[in-house]
């Protein structure tokens, strides 16, 4: 499990949570289909009755994986500052071609069943999200839980929100940093997904080269029939070769492990990148308050003064068709009053808002930066230590091969 | 290129009509002579392993090495350096260097198998070389036929026979080859292979020949498949130090933006190159000492296989003459002539010869496969050292920035 240290009253210092089991169930989706599905099992226990040695049976239930989905949209909604943590993969990707890509694969299913762990742990930790009464809710209470979440009204907030994101705008005075961030978690998904591909093809090709020494075995058990003195060290020197082919396996399943770290992390970058896209969106709309707001004023100052500083249709109505009535005019620029009055109440709401994810969000990405860079390092420790027990295993095989050939 | 592979026995009369003395005596009556002295063993390495050492104690040592090349107007050549100590006394000095290109081995191997027919000689590497897919100057190229000519002198100069060779003996020794008289032999006997073709047909090959005979094909093919092998492994071998050195890259380049991580992953490409280093290392091993070793053997193979059918053609020479001189006897009662029974004791001479030869390549295989495949494990075993030691050490460089880390953070 991933280590993680962080200060506070997270949720996990109440809970202690884990997913059990995993279990291949079907039933009927909405369409009245039939489907086949995945179920986790949650298991939960108060801390307190852990620590005074109670050890009573944990709480559990069931949750599919679609229902982690809906927790994650819910949060990242509700919690637009946060870079909230991914969900394991829902299609296995960046597999060298030997795995199995089935969904159901069991192998599969168990680093899943591992990586929704890691995503609940991970939530439960942080300092903000553990303390959502929904997360409470979704950990605790199996039936309900689904339409708590849709009351809400996460989703219409989501919907004008995705749409947004969606569609291309500019910032005009783009923070810098946020900016750097945002190149940063561009860098970051770029780097991760080359490293997941580049490792698939050298899996492909180590297990390629481990498989081919089989056939050694197989050519030094023949040969060593028609031996005499040679005979019995060639044939177990073969053995040692089809053990060495073997070996591959158990290394390569091992090596998943650390690909779904990294993958955790191209996924995080996704997470980072739409923190500061939300941001830009804040931003944004600051900025076209600001600007409609400057127009307005600009209009009032036209009206007032009559003079015409930009050349309008309007402008050349007026001077075509004469002056509007004084009444009208004062009319119109008690609306422009209003309006104003509304525009900088809204710029000064959206300046707070603005800044205040921007002082959140930089809180979050530089817990989010240390966090990274301490799982990082722990990965990479963890892979330097697979590499050197497949080179123990390697060197344990070919002592053993050539303490046989010795004996020939 | 060798017309005497095909070496019918009535050439065999030419050489000894010719005053080359034929060894005919078994080879523990020649390795009688060799314990009377003994040398330095500094010569040869692998001497503490070789099975004759501790029975034949040896007094001819020969090494090939420092290769040479000549440019001249007609040709490019290698030449090789073939030092010789001794303490025989077929030898006037006790130490010799001369410098031989491959046609002179060549020259030696003819001469060899020319005046020992009985005995099997040892192969020379491969003479022909694809143009073009080969350079035969290149240094890998030239260092594993250096290698291979060395193997071949150290078997003549083991042989107990064939190391009291008077062409071995000129080889070693004389400034320069007279090669002419060699040449002359051969057209000699590429006549009397025309002469003998068709002659007789063997009776019955004894059943140990027989044995011998599969024996070599099936061993043959399975050097084949060994080899065959060996090459997959280099190929797929190949292809993952091309992706590997891709997945270094990826490293280097994501360590570019990262700060804190910038020194682990770094070390993590720097890790990987050595990695891409020693498996380098190990490929090139397998290619250019181990593959060679199979090649020569499946040569070693054909050699022997030479020396049975001359048994076999000397067996049916004996069998035919017989056959003549007893329906001879039948009809005018003539004794049965000497000739015959020359032919009984060449093929006599012939059986024995084999069978102690056999028992040497026997022997001498054991050894050179033990030596082969130990080499190969150890290489693998050096390999997976190298790249242990080196995520060993990735491993305390991360962890130290890691504790440092913590202290920091106690701080």
């Known amino acids: ?408 | 290129q060798r017309p005497s592979a095909l070496c019918p026995p009535s050439s065999q009369e030419a050489t000894l009509t010719n005053g080359t003395p034929v060894e005919t005596s078994s080879p523990a009556s020649a390795s009688s002579l060799f314990n009377r002295l003994q040398l330095d063993n500094d010569l040869d390495a692998d001497g503490r392993d070789d099975p004759y050492a501790s029975t034949e104690t040896r007094d001819l040592f020969v090494t090939v090495d420092d290769p040479k090349k000549h440019v001249c107007t007609m040709e490019t050549y290698i030449t090789y350096r073939v030092s010789t100590k001794t303490t025989r006394i077929e030898f006037d000095l006790p130490e010799y260097c001369v410098r031989r290109r491959y046609q002179d081995f060549d020259w030696l191997r003819i001469k060899l198998e020319d005046s020992q027919p009985t005995h099997l000689i040892p192969p020379l590497p491969e003479k022909f070389v694809m143009k073009g897919v080969v350079d035969r100057f290149s240094e890998e190229f030239v260092e594993t036929r250096k290698k291979a000519l060395d193997k071949f002198l150290k078997r003549i100069a083991d042989h107990p026979v064939l190391s009291f060779n008077q062409h071995l003996n000129t080889f070693l020794s004389a400034k320069d080859l007279n090669k002419r008289q060699g040449l002359a032999l051969l057209s000699k006997v590429g006549e009397s292979v025309k002469n003998v073709a068709g002659g007789y047909k063997l009776r019955a090959r004894p059943p140990e020949y027989c044995a011998m005979g599969d024996y070599l094909d099936t061993f043959s093919q399975k050097l084949g498949t060994i080899d065959r092998i060996t090459q997959r492994i280099l190929k797929e071998q190949s292809e993952y130090l091309t992706e590997l050195r891709e997945y270094g890259t990826v490293y280097s380049s994501w360590a570019e933006s990262e700060e804190e991580l910038q020194r682990p992953l770094e070390g993590m490409a720097g890790c990987v190159t050595m990695y891409c280093r020693a498996l380098e290392d190990q490929s090139e091993n397998m290619s250019q000492d181990f593959l060679p070793v199979l090649r020569e053997y499946v040569l070693y193979i054909e050699s022997m296989k030479n020396v049975l059918r001359k048994r076999d053609q000397s067996q049916a020479e004996y069998e035919g003459r017989l056959e003549a001189a007893v329906v001879h006897k039948q009809e005018d009662r003539t004794p049965i002539p000497a000739e015959v029974e020359r032919c009984q004791d060449k093929m006599e001479c012939f059986n024995a010869d084999l069978k102690a030869d056999w028992e040497r390549w026997q022997s001498n295989k054991r050894h050179d496969f033990k030596q082969l495949l130990t080499g190969m494990a150890d290489k693998n075993i050096l390999c997976y050292e190298k790249c242990q030691a080196g995520w060993e050490s990735l491993i305390t460089l991360l962890q130290d920035k890691q504790t440092e880390d913590k202290m920091s953070e106690t701080n």
């Open chain 1, 1 to 408: 499990m991933v280590q993680m240290v962080e200060e506070g009253s997270t949720l996990l210092c109440r809970m202690e949570i884990c997913v059990a089991e995993a279990e291949k169930r079907s039933g009927k989706n909405a369409m009245s289909m039939q489907e086949t599905f995945t179920a986790y099992l949650i298991e939960t226990r108060p801390m307190d009755a852990v620590a005074e040695g109670r050890n009573p049976a944990p709480d559990s239930l069931w949750r599919r994986y679609s229902e982690f989905e809906l927790l994650r949209n819910y949060l990242i909604v509700t919690y637009p500052y946060i870079v909230v943590p991914p969900l394991p993969e829902k299609r296995a990707e960046f597999v060298w071609h030997k795995l199995s890509a089935d969904n159901m694969d069991p192998d599969f299913v168990e680093r899943r069943r591992v990586g929704l762990e890691n995503f609940l742990l991970r939530v439960a930790l942080h300092p903000v999200l553990s303390n959502d009464k929904i997360l409470y809710h979704f950990l605790t209470e199996e039936h309900g839980w689904k339409d708590v979440v849709y009351e809400t009204g996460f989703q219409a907030k989501a919907d004008s929100r995705l749409r947004a994101l969606s569609a291309t705008f500019r910032v005009r005075n783009p923070v810098k940093r946020f900016l750097e961030m945002k190149h940063y978690s561009d860098q970051l998904q770029s780097h991760t997904s080359q490293l997941l591909r580049a490792r698939a093809r050298v899996a492909d090709r180590l297990y390629g080269v481990y498989k081919v020494h089989g056939n050694y075995g197989r050519v030094f058990s023949e040969w060593s029939a028609m031996e005499k003195e040679m005979g019995d060290g060639l044939q177990s020197a073969g053995h040692h070769m089809d053990a060495y082919a073997a070996s591959i396996d158990d290394i390569l399943e091992e090596e998943e492990h650390y690909a779904d770290q990294i993958k955790e992390y191209l996924f995080y970058a996704e997470s980072l990148r739409a923190v500061c896209r939300k941001h830009e969106l804040a931003q944004f709309e600051l900025e076209m308050s600001s600007q409609d707001l400057i127009s307005k004023k600009q209009q009032r100052e036209e009206l007032a003064t009559g003079i015409v500083r930009i050349f309008s249709l309007k402008g050349m109505t007026n001077k075509l068709f004469g002056q509007e009535a004084p009444e009208q005019r004062e009319a119109r620029l008690k609306l422009l009053e209003e309006l104003i009055t509304e525009g900088e109440e809204s710029v000064k709401e959206k300046t707070v808002e603005c800044q205040e994810h921007v002082e959140k969000a930089w809180v979050d990405m530089q817990r989010f930066k240390g966090q990274k860079d301490r799982d990082l390092r722990e990965a990479l420790i963890n892979y330097a230590v697979m590499q050197i027990n497949m080179c123990k295993k390697g060197i344990q095989v070919w002592s053993n091969a050539k303490e046989c050939f010795l004996k020939m």
